[in-house]
């Protein structure tokens, strides 16, 4: 199994290789056989690389080349604050409903990392404060961004993701299940590469990008394990499957909203 390092350097290979990134999300049916969960896990996690949002998006390729102005990232960094605090709340409705105690605890880790692992002695504040702080080092003062309306479609987004949450049984596949997020370990490093080279934010504004690259390792993981555990009939295989597949769907409209408003902080509008 290749380490985090060596991934990350097919991610920058993959960026660097994207002639023209994709107008829509791309990603493959189920199989059409039932696999040994280990297999299945390892199929479903290479699709999900080679089809992430983060990866694939126009948004994210435009970021990567540098091609964005300081002003478009600011417009993509107050919606984004929206979605950062969202996370949160579906955080905690995955650890309400968890099916055992072990998986609500391992999830409780996962919103505690997120929420602000110094609450329990940890290094990093909230994921939301962490963003802030970016957004300082873009220009932005952290009560705009704060007080800041969604776009209509970032609010449609950020409806969806609440009405996902809510709407979750005990014993559910998690809205998130965490499969996708060993991709934010490592392509926010990446995009803070790129950042720092490019557009010339100073390094301690980017302190968002490397606790995501070091939590997301953990936070994967422990989807790995979710699958592994789940992904032992036909039924249950394809129906984790469909989830990423409408996961990264619904990820693809997230990124559509922030090139929307980097579009119309170009223009002015």
């Known amino acids: 199994m290749a380490s985090i390092a060596e991934l990350r350097d097919r991610v920058r290979k993959m960026y660097r290789e994207i002639k023209t990134p ?4 791309r990603f493959p049916d189920p199989p059409g056989e039932s696999l040994p969960p280990h297999r299945f896990l390892e199929l479903v996690s290479e ?16 970021l990567v080349r540098g091609e964005w102005t300081i002003q478009q990232l600011q417009a993509w960094a107050k919606q984004d604050y929206h979605a950062k605090v969202q996370t949160l709340r579906n955080d905690a409705y995955i650890v309400a409903t968890a099916p055992t105690l072990e998986e609500l605890q391992e999830q409780l880790k996962v919103l505690i990392s997120e929420s602000g692992e110094d609450l329990a002695g940890g290094k ?9 702080r970016f957004c ?30 809510m709407k979750q049984n005990v014993g559910d596949l998690p809205a998130n299940l965490r499969v996708g997020e060993k ?8 995009w803070a590469e790129a950042l720092r080279d490019k557009y010339r934010i100073r390094p301690e504004a980017l302190e968002f990008f490397t606790a995501h690259g070091e939590a997301d390792q953990d936070h994967g993981k422990l989807g790995e394990q979710i699958v592994l555990s789940r992904a032992v009939t036909p039924e249950a295989q394809r129906a984790i499957w469909l989830h990423l597949k409408r996961s990264q769907a619904k990820q693809w409209v ?7 408003a980097a579009l119309q902080a170009e223009s002015g509008k």
């Open 136 to 165: 300082e080092g873009l220009g932005l003062d952290r009560d705009e961004v704060s007080r800041s309306e969604p776009s209509p479609l970032m609010q449609v987004v950020l409806d969806a993701e609440r009405y996902k949450s």
């Open 47 to 62: 699709t999900v690389l080679a089809h992430h949002t983060k990866i694939n998006h126009p948004f994210c390729v435009k």
């Open 124 to 132: 990093y504040p909230s994921h939301p404060e962490l963003w802030l």
């Open 22 to 25: 994709w107008s829509h999300p």
């Open 254 to 260: 997230t990124y559509d909203a922030f090139y929307q």
């Open 183 to 190: 991709i934010n370990a490592l392509v926010h490093p990446v």
